[in-house]
Structure formats: C-alpha cells, structure tokens
C-alpha cells in the first residue's frame, strides 16, 4: 500500500536534514519572511519530478513561544518545509558541541579535541535528544509508502529512531563528509551507537568508493560485522552501503552567465585585472578547506617565481562560518596574519599579490569570478566532494582554464583525469603545480578542461538524487521479497 500525495498523486519523499533550505527573520508586525536558499541540496531536488519532497529540519532561529512556533510552522508548510525547534541551549550543546567540535573534525582525520570536550557526556546526551526531536517530526507527517531521506552526520542516530518506530519504513542515510580510516572512527566513544544506528538504514551511501569501504571495515573492526564494500550484515538483516558522488545543477551556472548583470561584472573585472592572471579560492572558512597551507604555497611560488611576482593575483574568498566556536575564530586570526605577511613581504605601492575576503558573494558574481579566472586552487586537507571545483568547471567553457584539486577532496576520484591533483601539505608541490599551470600549452589545458566539463554536466545534483531515491525504494523491495519467500 503506498500512500500518493493527494494532489500531485507523486510518491512522497521526506528530506530529513539539519538546516532547512529556507531561513526565518521576525518581521515588526510579527509575521515570518521567509528566504529560500536556491543552491545547494535545494536545486537538487527540484529535479527530482517524479517525487513530492517535503522537508524537515531545524527551523535555523530560536522561537521559544508556542504561538511564534505555530505561525512559523504554518508560514513554511507553504515551502514545504516542516521545521523542528531546538532551544539555545541544545544548539549549542547539540550543533556546535557535538556536531561542529566532535564529529566533524574526526570525520576529516583531525581527531579527537585534545580538550576534555570529548568526554562531556551532556553533548551527546543532547545530540541525542535533538535527533529524536527530529524523529518524532518525521514520525508525525509520515504516511505509509513515504521514503525518508536523512542527511549527514546530524542525523546518525535518526534512522535507528526512525525504524524502531516503524521497521517497515523505507530509510536512506547520506554522509557529505569522508568517512575516515576506521582507525581514526575507533576513537569515538560512541563508536559502537552510532554506527549500529545508521546500520537500521537500508541504505547508506557515501561519495566515494574509499568512504565506502572505510564504513564497512570499521562495521567489522569495531562491530565484528561482515561486510563487503557492497553491504554489511548484522543477524540476517543486510543494509546496502554505495557510492553515490554528489554533482551540480551545471545548467544554472550555465544560464547565470549569460545574464546582464553578470556581463557588467564581467566586464568591470577584466579591466581591473587586465594585468594579471587571476587564481581563484572559494572556501568556508574551515581547517578542513586548507586556507593557511595555500596561502604559504603561494607565497613560497612567489619566492620561487620573482619574474610572475606583478602578474597573477590570488583572489581568496572565505566565508566566515560556525562563527561561534572558538577554533574557528583563531582560525580566522591565523589566516589573516599570514596573507598580511604575503602582501607585506611581495606587495607594491601599486598593488598586492592576495586579495583576500571574509564574505561570501551573490551568487551572480560568484559566477563571473568563476568564469573570468585562469586557475582554480582548492587545498582542502579533506573534504567530501568539493562543490567549488564542480562549479568552477562549469563556468569555464569560454576561458577553459585549469583546476588544481587536494588529492584529499573527493572530487580528485570524479575531476582528477583534467584536475592537477596535489598534495596540500606540500607546499614545494602546490607551489610547482602552479608554476607548471601558468606555463600550460593550451592544447593540454583544452583537453583537461574538455574532460571535466563532460564530467560535470553529465553527472549532475539531479542524477545524484535519482539515483539515491531509486536506489532506496528499490532496496526496500527487494529486503521485503526475501522476507516473504
Ligand atoms: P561544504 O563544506 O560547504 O559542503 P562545498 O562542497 O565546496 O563545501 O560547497 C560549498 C558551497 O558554498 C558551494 O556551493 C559554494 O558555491 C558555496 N560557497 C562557498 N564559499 C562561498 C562564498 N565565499 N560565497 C558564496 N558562496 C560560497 C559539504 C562537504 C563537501 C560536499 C558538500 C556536498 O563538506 O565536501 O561536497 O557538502 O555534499
């Protein structure tokens, strides 16, 4: 029996993800402005025709009263949205305790805080007490037949909750980070919970093969589950795990660049920087993205190359983010002394080798910058995919230029045939790749450049999507039939 949406008479899909696609400001007269944030996992399932997806996440703002959560509840089921509310406090303890000081830096192979932050019992206590506020979110909009879709290390405890509520529903988890080494997992004192939890998923799915198989031997290290890179078992029960690398909409960026607007920007930086060969970083401010490593790799190429010292510029664009956690903040110091060092030291009166700003830009100009630069430079020291090199790609067709890609992103598996890859922690080497870049034949540039536009319009957000979900219910079925034989 599955449950159609009433209207659309399309199967329903809950998307089930920390933040919500759309963010909240209060007005005076206390009604609700709501944003819609048109990148990202949004655009994404736009594509996804033959499904009605509704979302549920957190609401993004604190709504203590009852009245103030019930006109924000009712002004966002108009976006399809259906927000969970989480006071101050557990977002502290729950995302920027848990999530942003635990989780994600063991997941890209920083370890553990080398504070006691670790230990402290009440973060988890409280990461667990969000995750079944969010269960019993879905529990309350599911209807038989509905596919739920969890994302990311928010949510590893969500699908044990969900099925334990109804073992029948269909549950898929996605992890946007790498899934590390298990020997980097094996620290985690909750090791043992979390994994066991988004094994009652049936399904998970990573970016990477590497990630797949890093899942799958830590089920077996610290679980003593068998499994293969296909699935793991646990007591007659197989969870799927598969790769399923992650892409953009490509045709956006493809439109956006033939907009007006994007023309005048166009044209206000090819005069600006006539002179010079443009390389372009795009990063969150993050330890993971490898801002200070390439910053010290292009001043070590500046060392190395007097002759390019009046010709190139790089232009690095940081969006500050989890502002409230005190390593990213000294972070923030420690990059802003260094490229404070590079221009001081390689500087003119005239003009100065980094460019380096701490905001994020519209998305119009951030199509012209992709599209006017020589070379794209991501270092990150680990990172699920990397989006900025996809959308680079795609806004290069006229200029063709070339992508230096961390063999540390996922995206080195899907871009590393036309990417130069390098290693980020050495900087000898970023700093020769760059060198090697600006002196490129424009054959080979053409070529490496072809490769990886194929690769970009071809496998798409909306193919990743399709994929997963057609995946999920398919899973499903066939766990049923084996059950029934
Ligand atoms: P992120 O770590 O956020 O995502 P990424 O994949 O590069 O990293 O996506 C960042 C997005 O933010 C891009 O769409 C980019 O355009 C935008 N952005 C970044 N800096 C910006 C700026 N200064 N101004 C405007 N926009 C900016 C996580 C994982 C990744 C994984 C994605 C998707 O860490 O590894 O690829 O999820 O799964």
Same mark, same amino acid.
């Given at each position: 029996?599955?449950?159609?949406?009433?209207?659309?008479?399309?199967?329903?899909?809950?998307?089930?993800?920390?933040?919500?696609?759309?963010?909240?400001?209060?007005?005076?007269?206390?009604?609700?402005? *709501?944003? !819609?944030?048109?990148?990202?996992?949004?655009?994404?399932?736009?594509?996804?025709?033959?499904?009605?997806?509704?979302?549920?996440?957190?609401?993004?703002?604190?709504?203590?009263?009852?009245?103030?959560?019930?006109?924000?509840?009712?002004?966002?089921?108009?976006?399809?949205? !259906?927000?969970?509310?989480?006071?101050?406090?557990?977002?502290?303890?729950?995302?920027?305790?848990?999530?942003?000081?635990?989780?994600?830096?063991?997941?890209?192979?920083?370890?553990?805080?080398?504070?006691?932050? #670790?230990?402290?019992?009440?973060?988890?206590?409280?990461?667990?007490?969000?995750?079944?506020?969010?269960?019993?979110?879905?529990?309350?909009?599911?209807?038989?037949?509905?596919?739920?879709?969890? =994302?990311?290390?928010?949510?590893?405890?969500?699908?044990?909750? @969900?099925?334990? #509520?109804?073992?029948?529903?269909?549950?898929?988890?996605?992890?946007?980070?790498? +899934?590390?080494?298990?020997?980097?997992?094996?620290?985690?004192?909750?090791?043992?919970?979390?994994?066991?939890?988004?094994?009652?998923?049936?399904?998970?799915? +990573?970016?990477?093969?590497?990630?797949? /198989?890093?899942?799958?031997?830590?089920?077996?290290?610290?679980?003593?589950?068998?499994?293969?890179?296909?699935?793991?078992?646990? /007591?007659?029960?197989?969870?799927?795990?598969?790769?399923?690398?992650?892409?953009?909409?490509?045709?956006?960026?493809?439109?956006?660049? %033939?907009?007006?607007?994007?023309?005048?920007?166009?044209?206000?930086?090819?005069? /600006? +920087?006539?002179?010079?060969?443009? !390389?372009?970083?795009?990063?969150?401010?993050?330890?993971?993205?490898? !801002?200070?490593?390439?910053?010290?790799? +292009?001043?070590?190429? @500046?060392?190395?190359?007097?002759?390019?010292?009046?010709?190139?510029?790089?232009?690095?664009?940081?969006?500050?983010?989890?502002?409230?956690?005190?390593?990213?903040?000294? *972070?923030?110091?420690?990059? =802003?002394?260094?490229?404070?060092? $590079?221009?001081?030291?390689?500087?003119?009166?005239?003009?100065?080798?980094?460019?380096?700003?701490?905001?994020?830009?519209?998305?119009?100009?951030?199509?012209?910058?992709?599209?006017? %630069?020589?070379?794209? *430079?991501?270092?990150?020291?680990?990172?699920?995919?990397?989006?900025?090199?996809?959308?680079?790609?795609?806004?290069?067709?006229?200029?063709?230029?070339?992508?230096?890609?961390?063999?540390?992103?996922?995206?080195?598996?899907?871009?590393?045939?036309?990417?130069?890859?390098?290693?980020?922690?050495?900087?000898?080497?970023?700093?020769?790749?760059?060198?090697?870049?600006?002196?490129?034949?424009?054959?080979?540039?053409?070529?490496?450049?072809? *490769?990886?536009?194929?690769?970009?319009?071809?496998? %798409?957000?909306?193919?990743?999507?399709?994929?997963?979900?057609?995946?999920?219910?398919?899973?499903? $079925?066939?766990?049923?039939?084996?059950?029934?034989?």
């Amino acid at each position: 029996g599955q449950e159609e949406d009433k209207q659309s008479g399309k199967q329903r899909l809950l998307v089930v993800a920390n933040r919500l696609p759309v963010s909240a400001t209060k007005m005076q007269n206390n009604e609700w402005k *709501l944003e !819609i944030s048109v990148g990202g996992l949004v655009s994404v399932l736009l594509g996804l025709k033959d499904f009605e997806a509704k979302w549920i996440g957190w609401a993004g703002v604190d709504v203590p009263d009852k009245a103030g959560q019930e006109s924000l509840t009712k002004a966002m089921a108009e976006k399809k949205c !259906i927000p969970v509310f989480l006071d101050k406090e557990t977002v502290n303890q729950y995302y920027n305790g848990y999530c942003n000081k635990i989780l994600w830096p063991l997941l890209h192979y920083l370890g553990l805080p080398q504070d006691e932050t #670790y230990t402290s019992e009440s973060h988890y206590d409280v990461y667990k007490r969000a995750n079944l506020l969010f269960a019993e979110a879905v529990t309350k909009h599911y209807k038989e037949g509905d596919i739920v879709w969890c =994302h990311d290390y928010h949510l590893m405890l969500l699908p044990q909750y @969900l099925k334990q #509520y109804n073992s029948k529903m269909k549950v898929g988890w996605f992890l946007h980070t790498p +899934f590390p080494s298990s020997e980097i997992q094996r620290t985690l004192p909750t090791r043992s919970e979390l994994l066991k939890s988004v094994l009652a998923a049936d399904i998970i799915g +990573f970016h990477t093969y590497d990630y797949a /198989r890093h899942f799958v031997s830590a089920c077996n290290r610290i679980l003593g589950l068998e499994g293969t890179p296909e699935g793991v078992e646990d /007591r007659g029960k197989l969870t799927k795990v598969a790769t399923f690398p992650i892409g953009i909409d490509a045709n956006r960026f493809i439109r956006t660049l %033939t907009l007006p607007k994007v023309q005048e920007y166009l044209t206000n930086l090819r005069e /600006r +920087f006539a002179e010079r060969k443009i !390389i372009l970083g795009v990063d969150r401010l993050d330890m993971i993205k490898g !801002i200070p490593q390439k910053i010290l790799a +292009f001043e070590k190429f @500046l060392e190395d190359n007097p002759d390019w010292s009046d010709k190139v510029v790089l232009l690095q664009i940081a969006v500050p983010t989890r502002t409230d956690v005190p390593e990213y903040q000294n *972070l923030r110091r420690h990059v =802003h002394e260094i490229v404070g060092r $590079v221009n001081g030291r390689f500087g003119t009166l005239s003009s100065v080798p980094i460019i380096y700003l701490d905001r994020s830009l519209d998305f119009q100009a951030l199509c012209a910058l992709y599209s006017i %630069t020589d070379i794209a *430079l991501v270092t990150s020291l680990r990172d699920g995919m990397n989006l900025v090199s996809y959308e680079f790609v795609a806004c290069q067709a006229s200029k063709q230029g070339v992508l230096i890609l961390s063999e540390f992103a996922g995206a080195a598996q899907s871009l590393g045939a036309g990417a130069i890859l390098v290693n980020p922690w050495n900087i000898t080497d970023v700093s020769s790749a760059i060198a090697y870049t600006l002196n490129m034949p424009s054959e080979e540039r053409k070529m490496r450049h072809k *490769l990886n536009f194929e690769h970009v319009t071809i496998h %798409t957000a909306q193919e990743w999507a399709t994929m997963f979900v057609r995946e999920l219910n398919e899973t499903v $079925v066939e766990a049923q039939l084996r059950t029934t034989q």
